[in-house]
């Protein structure tokens, strides 16, 4: 019996060492190499390669919250004969307005570019999603009654393509030379930069030391939630989209700054309620100037540009200051009377001019706050209302943005903005306009004031 142990356990062992040793020839089969994200920069932009192309990605975006308050008291609209005034039952009454407001926006940017021989190739898109209601709700009538309206609007913000000098899509306009301002709400400045940005084909040619040439072909139409185009009507109606506004600039960029001419054409082709027509060309032209001021502290800069418009009343950013209530400030006082044109209703029509100059300030106390101050004057000049309109209009709106940066992608805002607009009494009020059926003085004056308070955390 030990003997037959002995045996059949040598005869194991033997076994097992000769299947570890046929082992031992066989191929091993190894794990997959892990894949790891590949870091690229491409056109000064670092993202990480897509799997599979050469395609360099960039995925970014911010959320804001924000409460805002402003001041309230009586609001006005021109009666359907234009020369008295009523109040207005969402403006008028106090009780239905709101002095305090919320906002809430998502934004998702998507940035894809890539090498090519004729340059970087290019794809960026924004989506953007804003809930709000109240004071300021954005997309939202402001003075719609109790609560002011409010909801939730989805939009693409921005959508286009880049390549070898051309900018197809939703894009910024090139027209303007900055923006709206640095606060929340616009100043008088011909935006389509950060709002209303058009739908667009453009080419932009590049000389070396800086210059650069750009026209385009914009549309002139609503892009929906994002920005109501560039048409302006008061008691008007446009015959469709019959042309693009033809936009075209010269620009240099240099370490000092920058300086850049811009115009537009905008066709103005429209009919009123008695089927009398207007088919004319309005134009615009911006110039504007920024100075770097690294001696002040780093990344400081001040900006100023004028811009004189006639036919073409967008333009002069009248319609997207403060709220985009035409100077009427919460609702305060009279809306400015903007449009492209106004039919007298004796088949002549009235001409706006315009003349705005704005400037805006950037100044970091520290890498953690930052200043940035903002002004802006407009005048607007009606002509051929036949008393109909206010002939003369100056609005002045003035402000400042306050950031605290406690920590990276974590931003504080305060902005508080003030304006104040005044209109000449037009020719046919005299003494019979009323305001409640009450003959009374032309409501010539408004003025009011925002304040914001923002948190934003960028991605």
């Known amino acids: 019996m030990t003997l037959m142990k002995s045996i059949l356990l040598g005869s194991a062992a033997g076994i097992v060492a000769v299947a570890g040793a046929q082992a031992a020839d066989l191929p091993t089969k190894k794990a997959a190499p892990a894949e790891y994200v590949k870091v690229c920069n491409v056109g000064g932009m670092a993202g990480f390669i897509i799997p599979g192309s050469d395609t360099c990605l960039k995925i970014g975006g911010y959320i804001t919250a924000q409460f805002s308050v402003g001041n309230l008291s009586t609001g006005y609209s021109w009666a359907k004969q234009g020369k008295a005034l009523v109040t207005t039952p969402g ?80 894009a910024p306009s090139f027209f303007s030379f900055f923006g709206g301002g640095e606060t929340w709400n616009n100043i008088f400045s011909p935006d389509q930069q950060g709002f209303n940005q058009p739908l667009q084909f453009a080419y932009t040619a590049t000389f070396g030391g800086g210059f650069s040439a750009t026209i385009a072909a914009a549309s002139p139409g609503s892009v929906g939630s994002s920005g109501p185009g560039t048409f302006q009507n008061i008691n008007t109606t446009n015959l469709g989209l019959r042309a693009p506004d033809f936009v075209a600039n010269v620009r240099l960029d240099q370490g000092w700054g920058a300086i850049q001419l811009s115009g537009v054409a905008h066709n103005v082709d429209v009919i009123d309620a008695l089927g009398f027509t207007q088919d004319i060309w309005g134009y615009a032209f911006d110039v504007g100037v920024k100075f770097n001021l690294p001696t002040l502290g780093a990344g400081d800069f001040v900006q100023i540009q ?32 903007t449009g492209d044109t106004y039919s007298t209703g004796t088949g002549a029509f009235a001409t706006p001019t315009t003349w705005t100059v704005a400037a805006t300030m950037e100044h970091h106390f520290s890498p953690q706050f930052a200043l940035y101050p903002e002004i802006a004057y407009v005048n607007l000049n009606w ?28 931003d504080f805002e305060l902005d508080l903005v003030y304006q104040t607009t005044h209109q000449s009494t037009p020719g046919l009020y005299g003494t019979t306009g009323t305001v409640n059926g009450v003959v009374a003085p032309f409501k010539s004056g408004s003025s009011g004031f925002d304040g914001r308070l923002q948190i934003t955390r960028n991605f």
């Not at 919320?102 to 999603?129: M, W």
């Not at 004189?308 to 100077?327: H, L, M, R, V």
């Not at 003035?398 to 974590?410: E, K, N, Y």
Request: zero cysteines.
């Open 91 to 170: 403006s008028g009454l106090t009780n239905q307005r709101p002095d305090i407001g919320y906002n809430d926006r998502f934004n998702l940017s998507i940035d894809a570019r890539q090498n090519t021989s004729f340059g970087v190739l290019r794809g960026y898109a924004e989506l953007q999603v804003d809930t709000n209601n109240g004071l300021d709700a954005e997309g939202a009538a402001f003075n719609s009654g109790p609560g002011a309206g409010g909801g939730t609007f989805s939009y693409v913000n921005l959508a286009y393509i880049q390549w070898a000098g051309i900018t197809a899509g939703k």
């Open 383 to 410: 002509s051929g209302s036949l008393g109909q309109l206010s002939s003369n209009t100056d609005s002045w709106v003035g402000g400042a943005a306050a950031h605290w940066d406690p920590v990276p992608l974590l």
């Open 306 to 337: 004028g811009v004189y418009t006639k036919n073409a009343i967008w333009f002069s950013g009248i319609p997207d200051a403060q709220n985009g209530e035409n100077g009427a400030v919460n609702g305060n006082g009279l809306s400015i009377s």
